[in-house]
């Protein structure tokens, strides 16, 4: 079992920034990505950032590259979002998400179809809420 908390979210103007947190307890190493999603009202979750658990791989979706920053501490166990230079577009629910494989599949996949493949076991934390206001 992975456990997930997120921390950081809150209201912020437009252009100002936000780091968010996700300290992650249980097997969090037996995961093949962690990552960020995030879930504005009305529409679909999408992936925004993810990071290869056991490498230094780093993936962006398109609309946040050069915006967000997306970081690990192995020591405190805990996965960071950095985003700057933030848009009213970016408001939404913030969540942590950690997966294992069950299949041959990619951390970009994965954050592209929010979908872990066959047999995946997906974990997600309960999401903490970004508002930007213009």
């Known amino acids: 079992q992975v456990q997930l908390v997120e921390s950081g979210g809150g209201s912020v103007q437009a252009g100002g920034s936000l780091r968010l947190s996700c300290a992650a307890s249980?097997?969090?190493?037996?995961?093949?990505?962690m990552g960020w999603f995030r879930q504005a009202p009305g529409k679909e979750r999408e992936g925004v950032a993810v990071?290869?658990?056991?490498?230094?791989?780093?993936y962006y979706a398109d609309s946040v590259k050069g915006q967000f920053t997306i970081s690990r501490d192995n020591a405190k166990n805990t996965l960071y979002l950095q985003m700057n230079s933030l848009k009213p577009e970016d408001t939404a629910m913030y969540y942590c998400?950690?997966?294992?494989?069950?299949?041959?599949?990619?951390?970009?996949?994965?954050?592209?179809?929010?979908?872990?493949?066959?047999?995946?076991?997906?974990?997600w934390g309960q999401g903490t809420q970004v508002t930007v206001s213009s």
């Open positions: 249980g097997y969090s190493y037996s995961t093949n990505c």
């Open positions: 998400a950690a997966v294992r494989f069950g299949r041959s599949w990619s951390c970009v996949t994965w954050m592209n179809t929010v979908v872990g493949g066959t047999g995946a076991l997906a974990y």
């Open positions: 990071i290869v658990t056991g490498g230094t791989g780093t």
